[in-house]
């Protein structure tokens, strides 16, 4: 049973918690009862463990829990704000605690709630340890506080009058309103749940026929308001409105319609589930941006809540781990890329002018299911196959690596790793070793420049043999990087398929003398 706000705000809901130094406490009702120490706090944040979680919960009406790893940069950041909310919402409502786990030596709790990822947050009701929901893209103290408070109570605000609305709307810089003509009813259930999962936009909730008259609405509507005038609606006819979808496009209005990526915004553009990414590479101060950048913004209106649109300043150095993983190329620039996060799939825009008809053009075809998934790869290099080392690309290295005749082993590197650059010199001996042996070929590839559709595949340098007589086995090496190691572990793998070659053509050799046999006494 739900309890309403204000009895949480006077205290009265709910028995109150030993409030004693260094964390909560059993209720005191028998003064002769010795006191149980509490648990630690940490600015008003509980520490738990495996030893006192039990505790926590059994004592905690409401328990927003954060499983992180302290020297974690996005961790470091959620905990000073988990802190603030954890402050604001004590002042408030004594049902309501945070917590805090370190799974680094927690792994008990760890592995009992599958934490994947850091931070990760867990809300707790009524000390239920086996259903905990889950508090995702929340970031800042004052999102905390929404979201809890609407988890334990109403989600929406109960607009009455034209009066109210305007109020509501009003001084919010955005602001969501849904309209419905039947204040219950499965559309009003998404709506709210839609509510409790965006606490950064605040909420209201309609049946007024004078409020759909102010604001020209006919039917059953979720409308967004930004500074008192409506940016967007939504149909909400009852068996339509999906929870996923609707949380999807509101939770895009508490971003920028084109968002710049840099180590702040990464964290953000994550935590708004839209699996379609479109990223626009460009240079800040090329003469050709402003309408370069104007024109992808006018196309990103049409696919907000279908594709998020992303700019990267290609003239920006911390950016150039994520122009390398989309494998831009200096030359290319402008360019444009849709990459969806559930397969990792990329594409590529066909036009080179960053215009809103080629933008559009692109979406539509991509969402349409027509566009061509695109692989990248250098061109062959004159000469590639000439020293000890073959330098492989895209488009030679399926031909090259799973060819029957030879064993190859490659090492996949990128060129601004400094363990591959160490590396480099002991592959060169390497393939001198091999240069003159028959059908044995060491080679390399530069991975940040070429795509190879490999599963597994590891920190750079990593490496793999292709043997010879398979055109599909490929063995992963383990061992250290030494040249001593690499030599071993290739004479190992050819001397073991020789046995089982050898081995095979015998089977093979006495089949067929029985065969001989067989048919010798079937002619007598």
Same mark, same amino acid.
């Given at each position: 049973? /739900?309890?309403?706000?204000?009895?949480?705000?006077?205290?009265?809901? %709910?028995?109150?918690?030993?409030?004693?130094?260094?964390?909560?406490?059993?209720?005191?009702r028998n003064p002769k009862k010795a006191k149980v120490p509490g648990i630690k706090e940490?600015?008003?944040?509980?520490?738990?463990?495996?030893?006192?979680?039990?505790?926590?919960?059994?004592?905690?009406?409401?328990?927003?829990?954060?499983?992180?790893i302290a020297l974690s940069g996005p961790s470091q950041t959620l905990t000073t704000e988990f802190a603030k909310a954890a402050e604001e919402l004590r002042k408030e409502a004594v049902a309501i605690r945070f917590g805090k786990v370190d799974v680094t030596d927690q792994k008990d709790l760890k592995k009992e709630f599958n934490i994947q990822e850091y931070p990760t947050l867990k809300f707790f009701v009524d000390g239920d340890r086996e259903n905990p929901i889950d508090c995702k893209g929340v970031r800042e103290a004052s999102a905390f506080v929404t979201w809890?408070? /609407?988890?334990?109570?109403?989600?929406?605000?109960?607009?009455?009058?034209?009066?109210?609305?305007?109020?509501?709307?009003?001084?919010?810089?955005?602001?969501?309103?849904g309209f419905f003509k039947a204040p219950q009813g499965e559309a009003v259930g998404i709506f709210c749940e839609a509510a409790r999962d965006v606490p950064e936009l605040p909420f209201g909730l309609t049946a007024s026929e004078e409020v759909f008259t102010h604001f020209g609405v006919r039917e059953d509507m979720v409308v967004v308001f930004q500074k008192g005038k409506p940016v967007h609606n939504e149909a909400s006819e009852e068996g339509k409105l999906n929870?996923?979808?609707?949380? !999807?496009?509101?939770k895009t209005f508490t971003m920028d319609l084109v968002i710049e990526y840099n180590l702040e915004t990464s964290v953000k553009i994550f935590d708004v589930p839209v699996e379609n990414h479109i990223v626009l590479?460009?240079?800040?101060?090329?003469?050709?941006?402003?309408?370069?950048?104007?024109?992808?913004?006018?196309? *990103?209106?049409?696919?907000?809540?279908?594709?998020?649109?992303?700019?990267?300043?290609?003239?920006?150095? /911390?950016?150039? /781990?994520?122009?390398?993983?989309?494998r831009v190329m200096e030359v290319e620039v402008p360019a444009i890329q849709i990459l969806n996060l559930t397969n990792d799939a990329r594409y590529k825009m066909p036009a080179e002018e960053v215009t809103t008809e080629n933008v559009r053009s692109f979406c539509q075809s991509y969402?349409?299911?027509? *566009?061509?998934?695109?692989?990248?790869?250098?061109?062959?290099?004159e000469g590639w196959d000439k020293k000890p080392v073959k330098v492989l690309v895209g488009k030679n290295f399926d031909r090259v690596a799973?060819?029957?005749?030879?064993?190859?082993?490659?090492?996949? %590197?990128?060129?601004?790793?400094?363990?591959?650059?160490?590396?480099?010199?002991?592959?060169?001996?390497?393939?001198?070793?091999?240069?003159? !042996?028959?059908?044995?070929?060491?080679?390399?590839?530069?991975?940040?420049?070429?795509?190879?559709?490999?599963?597994?595949?590891e920190r750079y340098p990593f490496f793999r043999l292709f043997p010879a007589g398979s055109e599909t086995e490929v063995v992963p090496y383990k061992g250290e990087h030494s040249l001593d190691a690499f030599a071993s572990f290739l004479e190992e793998q050819i001397k073991a398929r020789k046995k089982v070659k050898a081995s095979s053509k015998t089977h093979k050799e006495d089949l067929l003398t029985k065969e001989e046999e067989i048919a010798q006494k079937e002619e007598l």
């Open positions: 049973m /739900r309890v309403p706000w204000l009895l949480l705000l006077l205290g009265l809901a %709910y028995p109150s918690l030993s409030t004693a130094e260094g964390g909560i406490g059993p209720s005191e940490e600015g008003n944040v509980l520490l738990l463990k495996k030893s006192n979680f039990d505790r926590a919960l059994n004592e905690t009406k409401y328990l927003l829990v954060e499983f992180y809890v408070k /609407r988890r334990i109570g109403a989600s929406t605000v109960l607009i009455n009058s034209t009066e109210q609305a305007k109020a509501f709307v009003g001084p919010e810089d955005l602001a969501v309103v929870k996923v979808e609707l949380t !999807r496009l509101i590479f460009m240079p800040k101060n090329s003469d050709a941006f402003s309408e370069a950048y104007e024109n992808y913004v006018a196309a *990103a209106l049409e696919f907000r809540g279908k594709i998020m649109f992303i700019f990267v300043d290609t003239d920006e150095t /911390r950016n150039g /781990r994520v122009i390398e993983y989309f969402l349409g299911g027509t *566009a061509k998934q695109h692989w990248s790869s250098e061109e062959i290099a799973f060819n029957k005749k030879n064993h190859v082993f490659v090492m996949f %590197y990128a060129p601004w790793s400094g363990a591959c650059q160490k590396l480099a010199p002991i592959w060169e001996e390497l393939g001198k070793m091999y240069e003159n !042996r028959k059908n044995i070929v060491i080679a390399k590839i530069d991975c940040t420049a070429n795509e190879i559709l490999l599963v597994n595949l």
